[in-house]
């Protein structure tokens, strides 16, 4: 198999097999990530890719899924995906859901016809980083659109009938802008039909441009409960009825579906860790973390 580096991949998503069909990220630019900081985006060869199908198809040739790599592998065009999505119906033949990650502007290149011609072809579920609905904060992090494109790429999708997650990066406005971030973010996610809403807290990891600032005190990060309180803020606002995940260092399991019929249990949950929650024990865990 042709991995040329880290893999990083959904764990909720089936984890074989896995195929690499591009490496590195097209953007590469936001302040809160390293994951592909060294890495040039590349579309894979396609006889690495045939070589992959190959070997997969000779280990598993009833295989019913596969989740597709790298950062934004939605990137490439659909004349560019389709032919992949092809080879990889013709090695493994009961293929029925493939499942992609990437980033808003992933979808900019795609018509919503060919949207549908992917999901024809197998392209059932994808996860898009959106990490905030909020034009400040998208700006402040240098994600790279708006509010705006995050609603016309999502309509889209559903236009097309692809499932689809969303994901708020909890704390990456900072404390300047904390409140609005969790507000604008939710009102527009509650927009959408995401099948899935993601939560995860931000960490400063080393060598991300975030936390050069909050050392040049140009970035004030949000405290575990300060965290806490802006999760249950975006929560209170969420009106999106989906399942719900998130990866806060919350002792509390609030991920399920049916988000809205669970909701006040979710803030109930969080209200009570930000009263009585071990708040240092969350700070230790976040340290610990070495990868989004």
């Known amino acids: 198999?042709?991995?040329?580096?880290?893999?990083?991949?959904?764990?909720?998503?089936?984890?074989?097999?896995?195929?690499?069909?591009?490496?590195?990220?097209?953007?590469?630019?936001c302040k809160f990530c390293t994951m592909y900081k060294d890495v040039p985006f590349r579309m894979s060869p396609m006889e690495w890719i045939e070589e992959d199908l190959q070997e997969i198809a000779q280990l598993d040739p009833d295989a019913r899924t596969i989740q597709l790599l790298s950062a934004n592998s939605l990137a490439p065009t659909y004349n560019?995906?389709?032919?992949?999505?092809?080879?990889?119906?013709?090695?493994?033949p009961k293929m029925e859901y493939i499942y992609l990650a990437g980033r808003?502007?992933?979808?900019?290149?795609?018509?919503?016809?060919e949207l549908k011609k992917l999901k024809d072809l197998g392209m059932r579920e994808i996860s898009l980083g959106v990490e905030s609905g909020d034009d400040w904060t998208l700006d402040r992090i240098h994600k790279g659109y708006h509010a705006s494109d995050i609603l016309e790429q999502c309509h889209k999708l559903e236009e097309a009938g692809i499932d689809y997650w969303m994901t708020f990066l909890n704390g990456v406005a900072g404390k300047s802008h904390?409140?609005?971030?969790?507000?604008?973010s939710a009102e527009i996610f509650s927009q959408c039909k995401p099948m899935l809403v993601g939560t995860g807290g931000l960490t400063l990891f080393p060598g991300t441009p975030l936390l050069e600032e909050a050392r040049r005190e140009e970035f004030d990060p949000l405290s575990e409960k300060e965290m806490l309180e802006e999760l249950k803020l975006f929560v209170e606002n969420l009106t999106v009825d989906c399942s719900f995940i998130t990866h806060h260092t919350v002792a509390a399991n609030?991920?399920?579906?049916?988000?809205?019929?669970?909701k006040e249990k979710i803030i109930a949950a969080l209200d009570d860790a930000i009263r009585h929650g071990d708040l240092d024990r969350m700070a230790a865990v976040r340290r610990n973390k070495r990868t989004l």
């Open 1 to 29: 198999m042709h991995f040329t580096g880290t893999v990083y991949r959904n764990p909720y998503w089936p984890t074989w097999p896995l195929l690499e069909i591009t490496q590195g990220c097209t953007h590469n630019r």
């Open 178 to 184: 904390s409140r609005e971030h969790a507000i604008h």
């Open 254 to 262: 609030l991920t399920g579906p049916n988000f809205l019929s669970r």
């Open 104 to 113: 808003v502007t992933d979808l900019r290149n795609k018509t919503v016809e």
């Open 80 to 92: 560019k995906l389709a032919p992949i999505f092809e080879m990889i119906r013709k090695y493994l």
